[in-house]
Structures are given as structure tokens and as C-alpha cells.
């Protein structure tokens, strides 16, 4: 029974480390993110990001992913202003919109 339970609490120790190296590992996707964003967006349309990620975070994720993807597929051919970015928004918004105007 001993041995049970000195295996029990080996368990939880391992469950903890994993917690933590999944933290971790979020740590660094994001600072990687961060990286990439700072790269491809003028201080402007990152400005306007981080206010979006206020009020919007699922709005904005959507956005920093279509953003990633097309600079990871090498199809950024300069930094996006925030004229660019106002327009990548409205895109991303619109099927939802049409989605709402078609339900009523």
C-alpha cells in the first residue's frame, strides 16, 4: 500500500511539471507571435491591434493568424500600415455580418 501511494503523489508531480511546461510553452508561441507581428505591422496598425485585443481578443486572433499565415507563406511584401490593416478587419468581419442579415 505504501508503494501505491508513493506512486500516486509521482503522478501528481509529473501532471504539475506538465501544467508548467505547457505554460511555457504558450510563453514562447506568444513571444514568438509578438516577434512576427512587430516585423509585419507599423507601429500604428499595432497600436490598433493591441486596442482591438481589448475589447475584441477573438477578433484579434483571427486577425494576428491570417497575418502570420501570410507572411510565414512569404506573400507580405511590406510592412501592413494601418490603412491595410483597417481593410484586412473589415474583411474579416464581413461574413458575419451577411450571416446576421440572412438570419432575420
Same mark, same amino acid.
Given at each position: @500500500?505504501?508503494?501505491? $501511494? /508513493? #506512486?500516486?503523489?509521482?503522478? $501528481? ?13 504558450e510563453?514562447?508561441? #506568444?513571444?514568438?507571435?509578438?516577434? !512576427?507581428?512587430?516585423?509585419i505591422?507599423? /507601429?500604428?496598425?499595432?497600436m ?5 485585443? @481589448?475589447?475584441?481578443?477573438?477578433? /484579434?486572433?483571427m486577425?494576428?493568424?491570417?497575418? !502570420?499565415g @501570410?507572411?510565414?507563406?512569404?506573400? @507580405?511584401?511590406?510592412?501592413?500600415n $494601418? $490603412? ?6 473589415? /474583411? ?9 442579415i440572412?438570419?432575420?
Amino acid at each position: @500500500m505504501n508503494f501505491h $501511494d /508513493s #506512486n500516486e503523489s509521482h503522478d $501528481d508531480h509529473v501532471h504539475e511539471d506538465h501544467g508548467h511546461d505547457d505554460h511555457v510553452h504558450e510563453e514562447n508561441f #506568444n513571444a514568438q507571435k509578438e516577434q !512576427i507581428l512587430k516585423q509585419i505591422l507599423t /507601429s500604428e496598425a499595432r497600436m490598433r491591434l493591441n486596442n482591438i485585443k @481589448m475589447v475584441k481578443p477573438e477578433l /484579434s486572433n483571427m486577425v494576428e493568424q491570417y497575418l !502570420i499565415g @501570410m507572411a510565414s507563406q512569404g506573400k @507580405m511584401p511590406s510592412q501592413i500600415n $494601418d $490603412d491595410q490593416l483597417k481593410q484586412i478587419l473589415l /474583411s474579416i468581419q464581413q461574413p458575419k455580418r451577411d450571416f446576421k442579415i440572412n438570419r432575420r
